[in-house]
């Protein structure tokens, strides 16, 4: 089955620098490609995804890149602020023969990011 | 708010006993899926549900058990319990195919 990797399990930045988060993926059927934020006490929240037929998306702050070759795909913020701060998950969706396409997601263990102001 | 409501949101049993977790889709979405958060972990998949059917399973023990009713809730069944249960509950749910879903806010799980 899928595995997804993701490092480096925590990051710490000063306020106003890039962070970048990286995963890699096994199963190259994954189409699907989600990255979450998980604020102490809640559920994640989706920040951005990306699909396989895209390369790269960028959402303000934040972009995901897609290389399906290597089987990997990276979360960039750019201007950290210390809201920032929190746990971040990516996630894989191998599709699945009787889903419907409502695949469930494999994640990673998770990045804990500082800001540091 | 995000839509998914689960409750409760905090439980406190002892070993042996038997809980039952429930989430609330958010409205129109069929597709349910429950996923355990130990602490400091990241979140395992345990079983999904489409419109009342279960559609896929990861690993879930037996002790577990899962259902979605006509209305669209889901319920999670843990019995038996162990100390090694203890951790967040979540439930989240999802509209379209292929496609990000939303988590609740998770039940936290107490075993002691």
């Known amino acids: 089955g899928e595995n997804v990797e993701q490092h480096p399990s925590t990051l710490s930045v000063q306020e106003g620098d890039s962070a970048v988060i990286k995963c890699t993926y096994s199963d190259s059927a994954s189409n699907y490609f989600p990255w979450y934020k998980q604020e102490l006490g809640k559920g994640p929240q989706l920040i951005i995804d990306?699909?396989?037929?895209?390369g790269e998306k960028k959402d303000q702050r934040i972009a995901v890149t897609l290389n399906k070759t290597a089987k990997h795909f990276s979360l960039h913020i750019t201007e950290t602020q210390p809201e920032d701060s929190a746990v971040y998950f990516c996630?894989?969706?191998?599709?699945?023969?009787?889903?419907?396409?409502?695949?469930?997601?494999?994640f990673g263990a998770g990045t804990r990011l500082a800001v540091h102001p | 708010d995000s839509g998914v409501t689960q409750t409760p949101k905090h439980l406190i049993t002892a070993t042996g006993q038997r809980v039952t977790l429930r989430c609330s889709p958010r409205?129109?979405?069929?597709?349910v899926y429950w996923y355990q958060q130990s602490l400091d972990q990241g979140l395992q998949f345990l079983i999904q549900?489409?419109?009342?059917?279960?559609?896929a399973k990861g690993n879930i023990l037996e002790r577990f058990s899962a259902q979605q009713f006509p209305d669209l809730h889901s319920e999670l069944n843990l019995s038996s319990l162990e100390l090694g249960d203890s951790a967040l509950y979540f439930c989240a749910s999802s509209t379209l195919p292929g496609g990000g879903y939303t988590f609740g806010s998770g039940t936290r799980l107490t075993v002691v």
């Open positions: 409205s129109g979405d069929l597709s």
């Open positions: 990306i699909r396989s037929n895209v």
């Open positions: 549900y489409y419109n009342g059917e279960e559609r």
């Open positions: 996630a894989a969706s191998p599709p699945e023969e009787f889903s419907g396409g409502y695949n469930k997601l494999i």
